[in-house]
């Protein structure tokens, strides 16, 4: 797709597993959610496999490595190997190695996926400010990490050696709630230095450009749940994208999301990589689809009809996109998406 303004999301008379060859798909809130697997991820997936598709696991948690996840997602019934899932942590590996000499000493702030990303690009991991690191770079580290390790980046970064964060997800959810992040942890080292980290992971280019190095897709189709990783990275990347509704995206940020937020295709699970989309056409003044017609009116979105709650949602997307344009849509959506019980 093109960088502009989408006014609606589009249909597809293939399903999308045949309309792309390759499915970048995020992990938590779209494969499964506190380490178990979401409703008809599993035998969603298998199809698309089964059909041609190639599945590779996009995701911004640098803590795991690809070995670990690969097992997981094998464990889940989603047969995968460690080359088909691709990590923040490699991203900001890659943009390091581009920035300092081969063999250079960089302090980890972090997880083991740091450290086994380092080392395949010929970086070694050290654990101290005093160990003369070249960089910083900071990841995920789990709820166990020690809050001295933030004092180490503090005082490697005052001296002068260039600051990198694998991602910037403020929240990270668990099977207990939603969690701090790896953005907040970098806030924390933010605050301290006034110093700017080079960011790795999506929703920017260095994540996009690893993804396509080691998946070779030449019609990639992210898939994801969040609008400001997901699918603004796709849009940055210039490729199109699936919103599953499993994750931290309901109906009304949706609705309310800006053009960079805006998916291409909206399904409830990963069971729309196996099926069409029903266009979104204009109607008068509203939009319809299928059996449902949204119109903006005053002050609030207006939903007429029957039929399936997607449907109706992404008529209701027409409709608050077109009249937000370029901004995001502030028009009363609380009873259009009752409606739709979504």
């Not at 069409?276 to 017609?293: A, I, M, N, S």
Request: hydrophobic share 45%; with cysteine; glycine share 14%.
């Amino acid at each position: 797709m093109s960088q502009s303004v989408r006014t609606r999301p589009e249909g597809s008379g293939q399903a999308l597993s045949e309309a792309y060859d390759t499915a970048l798909l995020d992990l938590d809130g779209v494969v499964y959610a506190g380490g178990n697997a979401i409703g008809h991820a599993v035998e969603s997936l298998a199809a698309a496999r089964a059909g041609g598709m190639h599945l590779a696991y996009v995701t911004n948690n640098a803590l795991r490595t690809p070995d670990v996840v690969a097992a997981h997602l094998t464990a889940l019934g989603i047969p995968t190997g460690a080359d088909d899932v691709i990590t923040s942590a490699q991203a900001a590996a890659r943009l390091i190695s581009e920035q300092v000499p081969a063999g250079a000493r960089v302090l980890v702030i972090g997880g083991e996926g740091l450290r086994v990303a380092l080392r395949e690009r010929g970086l070694e991991p050290v654990e101290s400010a005093d160990d003369d690191p070249a960089a910083v770079v900071q990841g995920y580290g789990g709820p166990e990490l020690a809050w001295g390790r933030f004092a180490e980046a503090c005082y490697a970064i005052a001296r002068g050696v260039p600051w990198f964060a694998s991602n910037t997800d403020l929240t990270i959810p668990g099977a207990r709630g939603i969690g701090p992040g790896n953005g907040a942890a970098v806030e924390v080292v933010r605050i301290a230095t006034g110093a700017e980290p080079q960011v790795a992971g999506k929703p920017l280019p260095p994540m996009h450009r690893e993804t396509i190095l080691r998946t070779g897709a030449e019609r990639p189709l992210v898939v994801g749940d969040r609008l400001d990783t997901d699918i603004e990275g796709a849009f940055n990347g210039d490729v199109d994208s699936l919103l599953v509704l499993t994750g931290v995206t309901d109906g009304a940020q949706l609705l309310a999301a800006p053009p960079q937020h805006r998916p291409t295709y909206v399904d409830a699970d990963l069971r729309g990589l196996l099926t069409g989309q029903p266009e979104v056409v204009q109607d008068g003044g509203g939009f319809r689809c299928g059996g449902w017609t949204a119109t903006a009116g005053a002050e609030r979105l207006e939903l007429d009809g029957d039929g399936a709650a997607l449907e109706g949602l992404r008529a209701l997307c027409a409709a608050a996109w077109t009249v937000a344009g370029a901004g995001t849509c502030a028009l009363d959506a609380e009873k259009a998406l009752a409606r739709l019980g979504l």
